[in-house]
Each structure stands twice: as structure tokens, then as C-alpha cells.
């Protein structure tokens, strides 16, 4: 695939912790509603902040004239009885401003080396199915195996247990709202099957 870099020099480089609120910033432009409606990772700064956190050499940032950019957030995830390690990217975000500069290519490039050096033998996205842009994008850069998960929910507003824990009103031990984010899910679809019966 052709990468172009017209204009600025931009620098694809490992996130640090004052781009933190730049990438979070840059994320709640792009990671609006419409695009997410059922998303089961939540773009908040908890989300950046853990991430850079645990898995700092997987946070990536692009930078031109001191102005981030772009980035990409990426965890290792091991699943259970497979012998597979993926490099999970989770957030991929480009600067409307510089889209179609090869800054997500990039990105992309440079975070399949960390995962590769990380111990990663496949590269795992997902992105809403309505997300044409991205799943062009993912194709591009040489994704395969697109396969849709179904969301459903649940209004537990109406389940009697509701109306019995609201009444009850237990606040959290330590007087703080309680967290309700989930660690890294395993997504849906992964091939797994199939894979492990690859030689290694
Ligand atoms: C998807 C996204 C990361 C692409 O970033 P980008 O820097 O503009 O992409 P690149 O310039 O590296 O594009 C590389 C190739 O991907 C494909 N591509 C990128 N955007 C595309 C689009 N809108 N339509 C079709 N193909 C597209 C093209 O093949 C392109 O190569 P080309 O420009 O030579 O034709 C960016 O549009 C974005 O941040 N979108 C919103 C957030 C998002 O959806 N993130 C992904 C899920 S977390």
C-alpha cells in the first residue's frame, strides 16, 4: 500500500504521559455516538489512562508540529486453551485534518511490530458495523475474516430485582461510585479452532 506523507513531517512515536488528555481529547471527537451505539469499551479517560498504564509500549501517538495527531491504543491478549497471543487493537484515531496521509497506515505499521515483538501472532480489530470508513481503512491494510456479532439488550429497569436492589440502596463500602468498566472482554469471532491447529 502506498503511504504519503504530504505536508509536515509526522512522527509516529510511543505515547507519553502528557499526550494523555491530547489522545483522549482527540478521541471524543471521533468516537462519537452515531459511530459507537453499542460499543462494549467505553471511550472515557479512565479507558486512556488504564491503557497507558498497563500496556504503555502498545499506546501510540502521531505527531506533527507538536500536536498530536492520531494514535492507537493496543493490548496483548492470551484466550483461554489456545496457544494464540493477539495484539488487540483497540482505538485507532486520525486527525480529520490529516486523514488519507497514510497516518493510520502508519499507526497500524508500527503497532503490528509491537505486537510482533510482544509475542503476538495475529492482529485483532473490531469497529461498529456501520463504520464503513474503518473497515475500508482495515482492509487496506490487509485484514481479513470480517465477521458480525449481533448486540441485544436488556432493559433491567423493568426486572423486579431492580426495583428490590433500588429500595434496598446498599452504597459502595468506600463511599465511592462504583467502576463499572470490565477488563479487556475476549471479542467475539475470534478464530480460534481453526488456528490452533496451525504448526507452530
Ligand atoms: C479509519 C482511520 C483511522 C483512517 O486513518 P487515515 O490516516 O485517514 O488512513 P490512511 O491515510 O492511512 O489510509 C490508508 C488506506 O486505507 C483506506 N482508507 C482510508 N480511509 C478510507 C475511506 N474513508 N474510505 C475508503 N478507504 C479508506 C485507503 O485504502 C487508504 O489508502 P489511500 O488513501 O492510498 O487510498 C480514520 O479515518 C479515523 O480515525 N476514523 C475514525 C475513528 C475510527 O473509525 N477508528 C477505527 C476503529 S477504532
Not at 24 to 42: I, N, Q, S, V
Not at 65 to 78: Q, S
Not at 172 to 185: D, E, F, L, V, Y
Amino acid at each position: 500500500m502506498r503511504v504519503k506523507e504530504e505536508g509536515p513531517e509526522i512522527e509516529i512515536r510511543e505515547a507519553e504521559l502528557e499526550d494523555l488528555p491530547h489522545v483522549f481529547a482527540l478521541g471524543e471527537r471521533l468516537f462519537t455516538a452515531d459511530l459507537w451505539p453499542t460499543l462494549y469499551r467505553t471511550w472515557d479517560e479512565y479507558e486512556v489512562v488504564e491503557l497507558f498504564a498497563t500496556d504503555g509500549d502498545t499506546c501510540l501517538v502521531a505527531e506533527m508540529e507538536n500536536k498530536v495527531v492520531g494514535f492507537a491504543l493496543g493490548t496483548m491478549i492470551e484466550k483461554r486453551r489456545s496457544s494464540w497471543t493477539y495484539g488487540y487493537l483497540l482505538w485507532l484515531g486520525v486527525d480529520p485534518g490529516v486523514s488519507r496521509r497514510g497516518v493510520g497506515a502508519r499507526l497500524v505499521r508500527r503497532i503490528t511490530d509491537v505486537f510482533i515483538q510482544n509475542g503476538a501472532r495475529m492482529l485483532l480489530v473490531d469497529t461498529d458495523a456501520e463504520n464503513e470508513r474503518a473497515i475500508e481503512f482495515f482492509k487496506a491494510q490487509g485484514f481479513g475474516n470480517l465477521s458480525e456479532h449481533v448486540y441485544l439488550t436488556k432493559n433491567l429497569t423493568r426486572d423486579p430485582g431492580y426495583a428490590k436492589q433500588r429500595r434496598r440502596s446498599v452504597p459502595p463500602s468506600n463511599g465511592h461510585p462504583r467502576k463499572t468498566r470490565q477488563p479487556t472482554p475476549i471479542p467475539p469471532g475470534i478464530p480460534m479452532e481453526e488456528e490452533d491447529n496451525v504448526d507452530q
